[in-house]
């Protein structure tokens, strides 16, 4: 495909985009009117997609001179990325299938732009920021992080005195989380699994490692497509939930024996490690749905395997002694590196989110640290998607108000 070609793919992909995210397209029309952004730069590190695309549009829109480079080697869009590059105001240093030193030479192109807003999906960005470019930190406003993964590390840096800028955890938004976690996730994992393996769910043991909002959302989904659902958890309270909403609960070393279809949940590392590969049922699929490739302990399974080898697009099959084992996508996020990512109206209002905290951070000067969401904003995004989708709601009374905020009433 040429470059012609190319470009004019990515940009039918984010048209299309577009006409399924009402909310950001609200925020478009009023940031092409206010230009808030107008004289800052917004370096970006996020899965170069067409929904991010139209962030990203947005931004520039807003009069944002912006930057941006992937979070994750196999997630970019190489014709979005080309699409991208050629726009007004906008530079895209990500590409498909990267290596290592590819992937962060990118992210330093981002920060060579001199950025004084982030925009993460991980915190790598700003993880370099702190490490090996501190010297561009007195220019930084703030950033703003997308995923849980990202909201974890910038926790810990900020617990240990290290995190030297404002952060938004985008991620803890209610109509981010309840909403992409769950749903997005729920839906776009299971679209990765099926379009790349071509098999069916229905009757099979399907194992989630972990029960938070993205494993709720994956587990959902398995079950409607008509799987046993086995759930894994660490937390007491998490798995007791997972019981109660209808799912068998056991420690994976037991599910590993039963499993057919693995997907891992949690954002943290070797939920699936030696101790599991070795009693694995054979034929097992493995896939994940954490931010980093670390879940699946890559490293035990190829030191067991006698050989490996790619037996279709995006999966490997892993052979051990007596079994053979399937990783989808190398381990790495399976609903971008084998498909499309979230869906496009789910993602309107995580990425309605981001536009607004970015204008959020250009309008206030915030103390360094994890700061949530404004609650007003994200309210905002509730009431804008609600009335994209022709939905009214109740309101109080002052009588109602009054009741709910007195306490002279008694029964």
Known sequence: ????????????????VL?????????????????????????????????????????????????????????TQDDVSLALHQKKNIKCFAKYDCCTEEYYEAIDKVLDFKPDITIDDGADLIFKLHTERTDLLPMILGGCEETTTGIHRLKAMERDGALKMPVIAVNDAMTKFLFDNRYGTGQSAWDGIMRTTNLLVAGKNVVIGGYGWCGKGAAMRASGLGANVIVTEIDPIRALEARMDGNQVMPMKEAAKIGDIFLTTTGNRDILNREDFEVIKDGAILANAGHFNVEINLEDLR???????????????????????????????????AGDGHPAEVMDMSFANQALCVRYIAENKLANGVHPVPLALDIGVAEMKLKSMGINIDKLSDEQTAYMDGWECGT
């Not at 495909?1 to 299309?16: A, L, Q, R, V």
Request: proline share 3%; hydrophobic share 45%.
């Open 303 to 337: 030191s067991m395997a006698s050989s490996v080898k790619t037996v279709r697009n995006n999966i490997k099959e892993y052979t051990l002694k007596d079994r053979r084992v399937y990783v989808l996508a190398d381990g790495r996020l399976v609903n971008l590196a």
């Open 1 to 16: 495909m040429s470059d012609t070609e190319m470009i004019e793919s990515g940009n039918m992909k984010i048209d299309w």
């Open 19 to 75: 006409n399924h995210m009402p909310v950001l397209n609200i925020i478009r029309e009023q940031f092409e009117k206010d230009k808030p952004l107008a004289g800052h730069k917004v370096g970006m590190a996020l899965h170069v997609e067409a929904k991010t695309a139209a962030l990203v549009e947005t931004l520039a829109i807003g009069g944002a001179e912006v930057a941006i480079a992937g979070c994750n080697p196999l997630s």
